[in-house]
């Protein structure tokens, strides 16, 4: 194009920088969405993943147990519990400890239980695990992993059930009535004492059916509010018997009182300014405290407050009085405390010493200060600044500036030259003698009306004592007792001024032990009698433990920080007496025996627990009785956990490897005359084995093994006394399995990707083939290692032949699989033992 002509053809199209800009913030936030949902995706994939591993990890532990036969998979008797989740998880924690396991990168622990299980009216029920064998065991496997910062779990339940269960020849039958009215009790529990899997709830009409063994049993019948029965019966083989109950009516009562909480200190009088010496010009004021609480509050320590007085006027500042001297630094329970702007404090005729001393009038009153307004005075933390309690008083209608509640209502002015503000002692007013305790979180309802001006109640500071027969209302505090018949309620608001009221009915009459408790605050009350049907027991009172705080006040005052609750019941013989000498009863680490009367009360952390009555059959002639998952709460009374003990014996073995050395880890089980089992225990680590939990009688009792193991002999037939420990004898078990373990590396990191574990007694060809000779020639055990490099092989356990054992690993030269393998001679494995440090590495 030449100079000077100008160009007639069409511009080329473009963008601007606007345009370039706008485009490039549309991707860059096409962009970040599709990483942010990368993110998201990826993590729900990982999720899947995991849960996926979760459910094949759990799926392949029921397989395995429910491959075993029915008396090798053993009952928890050692329930613990995973409480990082609600509800907690229970597992075995001595036959089938946790197992952790590294599968596709991810950390899992699985978890066992084994409860007997048996059908009662329809539904599948769990029993302790010292009941007789009811040919039902429900299984619960359940795997946990972390997700992120959280945990996740997956739980599958399964039930195994004996093919050779002895079947029940005899029928029981009858209905349980009302013994005044004879009609049935429904849902009463019925059965047999010597064997609690034997039972059956009844039905609308009261009727019950249980199928048993023949022989000689009690029978026990129980239903909620009425007393328990027990019926000695005879039944033979085919027999049906007919047994009807005919229960008790418990007679009931009601324990009432009220509950209080206390965990404070209490601003219980407030004077602004009177005049002392009358005449003299000066006007003194003063705060007191109370202090309604079991233990010692520090007010100031060397000088340096730890709670500080505060004022604080409508349209002023929050002000901290200007304590120049701590003559006493704390407060005791029971007793108060004086701040006053001078050294004695005179009023109505009473002198007391101020315990904490400032200078000047800081509190205004009308007639004295100018601009006397709505106000308030409070105690507070010096370094937290937290409001321990606040005092408020309105003017004319305008509120302070801080108050509890509702103010105090000053109709014209303000705090006056002459009044004071006084805290009731109760719901009734102020009583001398009483501490000033009565504290609804309203301030006018908490301050006496009468008395204010002129001043009538006299000032106190730390020498003075006081009884708190009130304090906050513990609206909603949880009551209840040990009675066995009644069940918890909560207190309510009632009265005014108002007051927290409990009633807890359908107590049973006698005496008992009563807990209230509100937020982690508990008062436990021994000794609480309801003497007769229809009477109401006033709580607490002089002859309870503890006793009413003053005479005639009912009040429960919850001070106390709770730790702990109870778990409380009976303990009787078959025919429903007291046992001597008395039983032990345990619940975790905590055991006690019983009263005089069979009764117990276990103070525990807060849980699930498995109660034991003659743990270890500490009382040998009387059988061992577990609950199983009894709830503690805080503060909280667990009741009518009962125990009905029949009598017993105990039989003792031992079982080896070759009659001398131990064998742990057999199970030895004991059946009764009909063939029916009735204990089953594990050889410990010195072969020997204690059958406990035997009713008197003849037995027989035999090792549970596997195919390929024998016992010598192959069982005993002893006779159980009462009170007795019998030594059977010893069995000696040929082909016990022992373990061989190892682990599996490559350049020194352990082989994540599974290496097949060979063990035989021969020599076999690498690599193994599958062939006729394979399957007739020596046996081989196969395993696997483990993501985290590690294996275990159960093999035949030998005192003469030693295992060869070969690894065989995989890997890849570009798409060529090879093979490289590895082996370790002699490795000698005794039954019942673990040889390991059988490590391949390449």
């Given at each position: 194009?030449?100079?000077?002509?100008?160009?007639?053809?069409?511009?080329?199209?473009?963008?601007?920088?606007?345009?370039?800009?706008?485009?490039?913030?549309?991707?860059?936030?096409?962009?970040?969405?599709?990483?942010?949902?990368?993110?998201?995706?990826?993590?729900?994939?990982?999720?899947?993943?995991?849960?996926?591993?979760?459910?094949?990890?759990?799926?392949?532990?029921?397989?395995?147990?429910?491959?075993?036969?029915?008396?090798?998979?053993?009952?928890?008797?050692?329930?613990?519990?995973?409480?990082?989740?609600?509800?907690?998880?229970?597992?075995?924690?001595?036959?089938?400890?946790?197992?952790?396991?590294?599968?596709?990168?991810?950390?899992?622990?699985?978890?066992?239980?084994?409860?007997?299980?048996?059908?009662?009216?329809?539904?599948?029920?769990?029993?302790?695990?010292?009941?007789?064998?009811?040919?039902?065991?429900?299984?619960?496997?359940?795997?946990?992993?972390?997700?992120?910062?959280?945990?996740?779990?997956?739980?599958?339940?399964?039930?195994?059930?004996?093919?050779?269960?002895?079947?029940?020849?005899?029928?029981?039958?009858?209905?349980?009535?009302?013994?005044?009215?004879?009609?049935?009790?429904?849902?009463?529990?019925?059965?047999?004492?010597?064997?609690?899997?034997?039972?059956?709830?009844?039905?609308?009409?009261?009727?019950?059916?249980?199928?048993?063994?023949?022989?000689?049993?009690?029978?026990?019948?129980?239903?909620?509010?009425?007393?328990?029965?027990?019926?000695?019966?005879?039944?033979?083989?085919?027999?049906?018997?007919?047994?009807?109950?005919?229960?008790?009516?418990?007679?009931?009562?009601?324990?009432?009182?009220?509950?209080?909480?206390?965990?404070?200190?209490?601003?219980?009088?407030?004077?602004?300014?009177?005049?002392?010496?009358?005449?003299?010009?000066?006007?003194?004021?003063?705060?007191?405290?109370?202090?309604?609480?079991?233990?010692?509050?520090?007010?100031?320590?060397?000088?340096?407050?730890?709670?500080?007085?505060?004022?604080?006027?409508?349209?002023?500042?929050?002000?901290?009085?200007?304590?120049?001297?701590?003559?006493?630094?704390?407060?005791?329970?029971?007793?108060?405390?004086?701040?006053?702007?001078?050294?004695?404090?005179?009023?109505?005729?009473?002198?007391?010493?101020?315990?904490?001393?400032?200078?000047?009038?800081?509190?205004?009153?009308?007639?004295?200060?100018?601009?006397?307004?709505?106000?308030?005075?409070?105690?507070?933390?010096?370094?937290?600044?937290?409001?321990?309690?606040?005092?408020?008083?309105?003017?004319?209608?305008?509120?302070?500036?801080?108050?509890?509640?509702?103010?105090?209502?000053?109709?014209?002015?303000?705090?006056?030259?002459?009044?004071?503000?006084?805290?009731?002692?109760?719901?009734?007013?102020?009583?001398?003698?009483?501490?000033?305790?009565?504290?609804?979180?309203?301030?006018?309802?908490?301050?006496?009306?009468?008395?204010?001006?002129?001043?009538?109640?006299?000032?106190?500071?730390?020498?003075?004592?006081?009884?708190?027969?009130?304090?906050?209302?513990?609206?909603?505090?949880?009551?209840?007792?040990?009675?066995?018949?009644?069940?918890?309620?909560?207190?309510?608001?009632?009265?005014?001024?108002?007051?927290?009221?409990?009633?807890?009915?359908?107590?049973?009459?006698?005496?008992?032990?009563?807990?209230?408790?509100?937020?982690?605050?508990?008062?436990?009350?021994?000794?609480?009698?309801?003497?007769?049907?229809?009477?109401?027991?006033?709580?607490?009172?002089?002859?309870?433990?503890?006793?009413?705080?003053?005479?005639?006040?009912?009040?429960?005052?919850?001070?106390?920080?709770?730790?702990?609750?109870?778990?409380?019941?009976?303990?009787?013989?078959?025919?429903?007496?007291?046992?001597?000498?008395?039983?032990?009863?345990?619940?975790?680490?905590?055991?006690?025996?019983?009263?005089?009367?069979?009764?117990?009360?276990?103070?525990?952390?807060?849980?699930?627990?498995?109660?034991?009555?003659?743990?270890?059959?500490?009382?040998?002639?009387?059988?061992?009785?577990?609950?199983?998952?009894?709830?503690?709460?805080?503060?909280?009374?667990?009741?009518?956990?009962?125990?009905?003990?029949?009598?017993?014996?105990?039989?003792?073995?031992?079982?080896?490897?070759?009659?001398?050395?131990?064998?742990?880890?057999?199970?030895?089980?004991?059946?009764?005359?009909?063939?029916?089992?009735?204990?089953?225990?594990?050889?410990?680590?010195?072969?020997?084995?204690?059958?406990?939990?035997?009713?008197?009688?003849?037995?027989t009792v035999q090792t549970i093994l596997d195919s390929g193991e024998a016992a010598t002999p192959v069982s005993f037939n002893p006779t159980v006394t009462a009170g007795g420990t019998v030594f059977i004898g010893t069995?000696?078990?040929?082909?016990?399995?022992?373990?061989?373990?190892?682990?599996?590396?490559?350049?020194?990191?352990?082989?994540?990707?599974?290496?097949?574990?060979?063990?035989?007694?021969?020599?076999?060809?690498?690599?193994?083939?599958?062939?006729?000779?394979?399957?007739?020639?020596?046996?081989?055990?196969?395993?696997?290692?483990?993501?985290?490099?590690?294996?275990?092989?159960?093999?035949?356990?030998?005192?003469?032949?030693?295992?060869?054992?070969?690894?065989?690993?995989?890997?890849?030269?570009?798409?060529?699989?090879?093979?490289?393998?590895?082996?370790?001679?002699?490795?000698?494995?005794?039954?019942?033992?673990?040889?390991?440090?059988?490590?391949?590495?390449?």
């Amino acid at each position: 194009m030449k100079p000077g002509y100008p160009y007639r053809g069409q511009f080329e199209s473009g963008l601007t920088l606007t345009e370039l800009m706008i485009a490039t913030a549309i991707l860059s936030i096409g962009i970040l969405g599709s990483v942010a949902a990368f993110r998201y995706i990826a993590q729900s994939a990982q999720n899947s993943k995991a849960r996926t591993l979760a459910s094949n990890l759990a799926q392949e532990k029921m397989q395995i147990l429910k491959q075993q036969s029915y008396y090798r998979l053993l009952v928890t008797t050692g329930t613990a519990y995973q409480t990082d989740f609600d509800p907690v998880i229970p597992y075995d924690a001595g036959y089938y400890p946790p197992e952790s396991i590294l599968e596709g990168g991810i950390h899992f622990t699985r978890l066992t239980y084994v409860q007997i299980a048996q059908e009662d009216s329809g539904q599948i029920v769990t029993l302790p695990p010292t009941t007789p064998d009811t040919g039902l065991k429900r299984v619960l496997v359940a795997v946990i992993w972390h997700d992120g910062s959280t945990y996740k779990n997956l739980q599958i339940n399964g039930v195994a059930s004996n093919p050779d269960t002895v079947m029940g020849t005899a029928i029981l039958t009858g209905r349980v009535r009302n013994a005044a009215t004879t009609a049935g009790i429904p849902s009463a529990s019925v059965n047999v004492a010597e064997n609690v899997g034997w039972r059956d709830t009844a039905g609308a009409t009261g009727d019950y059916t249980i199928n048993l063994s023949p022989g000689n049993y009690n029978l026990a019948a129980g239903a909620e509010g009425y007393f328990p029965s027990m019926i000695p019966i005879s039944i033979g083989a085919n027999q049906t018997l007919t047994q009807n109950f005919d229960l008790t009516a418990m007679a009931s009562g009601t324990v009432r009182g009220s509950a209080w909480i206390n965990d404070h200190l209490i601003i219980s009088q407030v004077v602004g300014s009177t005049e002392a010496p009358e005449g003299s010009g000066f006007f003194q004021e003063y705060v007191e405290v109370f202090n309604p609480t079991t233990w010692t509050w520090t007010v100031a320590a060397g000088g340096v407050p730890d709670i500080d007085l505060k004022y604080h006027k409508q349209g002023g500042a929050l002000t901290t009085l200007p304590v120049s001297t701590y003559h006493v630094s704390t407060v005791l329970p029971g007793r108060y405390y004086l701040f006053a702007n001078t050294g004695t404090v005179t009023a109505v005729g009473v002198a007391r010493d101020a315990d904490a001393e400032y200078s000047g009038n800081v509190i205004e009153v009308n007639g004295l200060d100018a601009g006397n307004a709505a106000a308030a005075v409070g105690i507070a933390g010096s370094s937290t600044h937290d409001w321990i309690d606040v005092v408020g008083w309105s003017r004319a209608g305008v509120d302070p500036p801080l108050m509890e509640g509702a103010a105090i209502v000053q109709a014209n002015f303000g705090l006056e030259n002459d009044e004071q503000f006084v805290r009731r002692t109760s719901t009734s007013g102020v009583t001398a003698g009483l501490g000033n305790a009565y504290d609804t979180g309203s301030n006018n309802v908490d301050f006496v009306t009468d008395g204010r001006q002129p001043m009538i109640y006299p000032p106190h500071n730390s020498s003075d004592a006081a009884l708190g027969v009130s304090g906050t209302p513990a609206y909603g505090a949880v009551i209840s007792a040990t009675d066995g018949l009644s069940t918890p309620t909560t207190a309510y608001a009632a009265g005014d001024p108002p007051y927290a009221e409990f009633l807890l009915p359908a107590v049973a009459t006698g005496t008992h032990f009563v807990s209230i408790s509100s937020g982690n605050l508990v008062l436990e009350i021994d000794s609480v009698t309801v003497s007769a049907s229809g009477t109401v027991a006033w709580t607490p009172n002089a002859a309870t433990d503890p006793i009413w705080p003053s005479a005639g006040h009912y009040a429960a005052i919850l001070s106390s920080v709770a730790t702990h609750g109870f778990i409380s019941g009976r303990v009787r013989n078959v025919t429903g007496g007291v046992i001597s000498p008395s039983i032990l009863v345990q619940a975790g680490d905590t055991a006690l025996t019983v009263n005089s009367l069979g009764y117990y009360a276990i103070e525990l952390s807060t849980g699930l627990y498995t109660v034991t009555a003659n743990p270890g059959n500490v009382n040998g002639s009387y059988v061992s009785q577990d609950q199983t998952d009894v709830a503690v709460g805080l503060g909280q009374v667990t009741s009518d956990v009962n125990f009905v003990l029949s009598q017993g014996g105990r039989l003792q073995a031992r079982v080896t490897r070759d009659g001398i050395n131990p064998l742990p880890g057999v199970a030895v089980m004991a059946f009764d005359s009909n063939g029916a089992p009735r204990d089953e225990e594990v050889s410990g680590a010195d072969g020997r084995v204690l059958l406990i939990n035997l009713a008197t009688g003849t037995y027989t009792v035999q090792t549970i093994l596997d195919s390929g193991e024998a016992a010598t002999p192959v069982s005993f037939n002893p006779t159980v006394t009462a009170g007795g420990t019998v030594f059977i004898g010893t069995f000696t078990i040929a082909g016990a399995f022992g373990t061989i373990a190892g682990s599996v590396s490559s350049g020194g990191a352990p082989i994540r990707t599974g290496v097949m574990i060979v063990a035989s007694t021969a020599a076999i060809p690498s690599p193994p083939d599958l062939s006729a000779a394979t399957l007739t020639g020596s046996t081989y055990y196969l395993g696997s290692s483990a993501e985290d490099g590690t294996f275990h092989v159960d093999v035949r356990g030998s005192t003469t032949t030693a295992y060869r054992v070969y690894g065989y690993y995989y890997t890849f030269d570009g798409a060529a699989p090879l093979l490289s393998s590895s082996s370790v001679t002699n490795v000698s494995v005794l039954p019942g033992e673990t040889t390991s440090g059988v490590n391949f590495t390449w």
